[in-house]
């Protein structure tokens, strides 16, 4: 799970530990590489574990959708032969982040940055419609952030989208169901606990800090801290 990529600033400039330098990107997928790992989209990583394969893949996934994805990420990930799920905002396209009360404001991007993304052959994902924790929403605006969100992307690149990531990581079993009922057919969460499944698919934070030794440690820990996936999972979106 990443989100920004740029500078890397200190901790009092980047509280939420949401930025990424290009160069230690280019050092983790390295990392990958070197271990005979490939990034790539969520949906291809269903795909392809649902057809007995994608040992070799590590999903990759860049929350909120900020311009620098395209800007910065999406050459490092093309120099590794890599690809990525952003996850993007259709009610903020062209804004920034105003849901973080601290730290740098950051721009989103725009519809034309999300076919740019999309045309470098990135999966694009839904974030939600304006980054609202759906936990504590109600009926409408869990229509509006799951439904509506989805039919406003499909509008920009011409496909539904498959996959979903809760705001803020936070998901319950009522919002992982809008999820499935607006028509996803998977979704992204941190650490969803007793929901954990299709659709609310555990990640790990990689941030600026994750040196070499700390990826092995997140490697390693990471089945012991999530709780076990359902196996087979799903399909991931393959029609």
């Known amino acids: 799970m990443y989100h920004s990529v740029g500078p890397a600033a200190g901790t009092a400039d980047d509280p939420y530990r949401v930025t990424v330098s290009p160069g230690r990107l280019d050092r983790q997928l390295r990392w990958l590489r070197a271990r005979g790992l490939r990034g790539a989209g969520i949906g291809e990583l269903l795909r392809e574990r649902a057809a007995g394969r994608g040992t ?3 999903g990759l996934s860049f929350d909120d959708g900020y311009q620098d994805f395209l800007d910065a990420a999406v050459p490092v990930l093309h120099r590794h032969g890599c690809t990525a799920t952003v996850f993007v905002l259709p009610g903020r396209l062209g804004g920034r982040n105003d849901w973080d009360p ?21 999966e694009i994902g839904c974030h939600g419609l304006l980054h609202r924790d ?3 929403a109600d009926g409408p605006a869990l229509e509006e952030e799951t439904r509506h969100a989805r039919t406003l992307l ?8 498959d996959g979903f990531c809760y705001p803020y990581g936070a998901v ?3 919002a992982a169901d809008a999820v499935r009922r607006a028509g996803y057919r998977w979704a992204c969460a941190i650490d969803p606990g007793p929901v954990t499944g299709p659709y609310a698919l555990p990640r790990v934070h990689v941030g600026e800090r994750d040196t070499a030794w700390r990826l092995h440690l997140k490697r390693l820990l990471h089945p012991l801290r ?3 996936l359902p196996h087979p999972l799903p399909d991931g979106g393959a029609r």
Not at 154 to 161: D, M, R, V
């Open 56 to 58: 070799g893949l590590v």
């Open 102 to 122: 601290l730290g740098p404001r950051k721009p989103l991007l725009t519809a034309e940055g999300v076919l740019a993304v999309a045309g470098a052959g990135m």
């Open 134 to 136: 759906l936990t504590t």
């Open 154 to 161: 499909a509008q920009i690149t011409g496909t539904p989208p």
């Open 172 to 174: 319950d079993a009522r």
């Open 226 to 228: 999530r709780p076990p």
